[in-house]
């Protein structure tokens, strides 16, 4: 029965690293490479991340740098940057891209903390499918008589224990992003 508990522990494990993926994606008025993880540019007809096709370095806590490896892809990614809808403006001088990070304003702020505490919930959500999975599973074991009533009860009980783990681990990823956001 371990086996149920390990695929639940990864799969929810999976669903806190997703959160963590799209959270690191929202801007919060601090400059961060990973701004620009979901950018893809065409790069010699493959779409390629923006990072695969340059240097790309935070400045200073409001601005970034872009440095192409090859320099006719300078006014593509610049391109892909204004297209992105992230509301950068990237500067270019002919060899770097330097983008500036506009500081938020406080409606933007709320905005994205709503959109954090979305991606929050939906992340309890999938936490929530893989406990009403794995107990499915156990509550097969015991009807199939492979374990005990006293096993499936023990066993339930470390499913929810994993479960409320990770539901407390997003809430406490949440109010961090949210405390970041909010930060001026």
Same mark, same amino acid.
């Given at each position: 029965?371990?086996?149920?508990?390990?695929?639940?522990?990864?799969?929810?494990?999976?669903?806190?690293?997703? =959160?963590?993926?799209?959270?690191?994606?929202?801007?919060?008025?601090?400059?961060?490479?990973?701004?620009?993880?979901?950018? %893809?540019?065409?790069?010699?007809?493959?779409?390629?991340?923006?990072?695969?096709?340059? #240097? =790309?370095?935070? =400045?200073?806590?409001?601005?970034?740098?872009?440095?192409?490896?090859?320099?006719?892809?300078? &006014?593509?990614?610049? %391109?892909?940057? *204004?297209?992105? &809808?992230?509301?950068? &403006?990237?500067? #270019?001088?002919?060899? #770097?891209?330097?983008?500036?990070?506009?500081?938020?304003?406080?409606?933007?702020? /709320?905005?994205?903390?709503? =959109?954090?505490?979305?991606?929050?919930?939906?992340? /309890?959500?999938?936490?929530? #499918?893989?406990?009403?999975?794995? &107990?499915? +599973?156990? %509550?097969?074991?015991?009807?199939?008589?492979?374990?005990?009533?006293?096993?499936?009860? +023990? *066993?339930?009980?470390?499913?929810?224990?994993?479960?409320?783990? +990770?539901?407390?681990?997003?809430?406490?990823? *949440?109010? +961090?992003?949210? %405390?970041?956001?909010?930060?001026?």
């Amino acid at each position: 029965m371990n086996t149920i508990l390990k695929d639940a522990k990864s799969r929810m494990d999976k669903s806190l690293e997703t =959160l963590r993926n799209e959270l690191a994606k929202i801007r919060t008025g601090k400059a961060t490479t990973t701004l620009l993880d979901g950018i %893809k540019v065409d790069y010699y007809g493959a779409h390629s991340p923006i990072n695969q096709v340059g #240097n =790309l370095t935070v =400045l200073d806590s409001h601005a970034l740098s872009f440095t192409p490896w090859d320099k006719s892809m300078l &006014n593509i990614v610049e %391109k892909a940057i *204004l297209e992105a &809808n992230l509301g950068l &403006n990237p500067v #270019n001088d002919g060899t #770097n891209l330097k983008i500036p990070i506009p500081p938020l304003t406080e409606e933007r702020r /709320k905005d994205l903390v709503k =959109l954090v505490k979305k991606f929050g919930e939906e992340t /309890k959500v999938a936490i929530r #499918n893989v406990r009403r999975d794995a &107990n499915e +599973h156990l %509550k097969k074991e015991e009807k199939d008589k492979k374990i005990s009533e006293d096993e499936l009860k +023990h *066993l339930e009980t470390e499913v929810q224990k994993l479960t409320d783990d +990770h539901t407390k681990i997003v809430d406490d990823i *949440l109010k +961090h992003k949210e %405390k970041e956001i909010m930060e001026v």
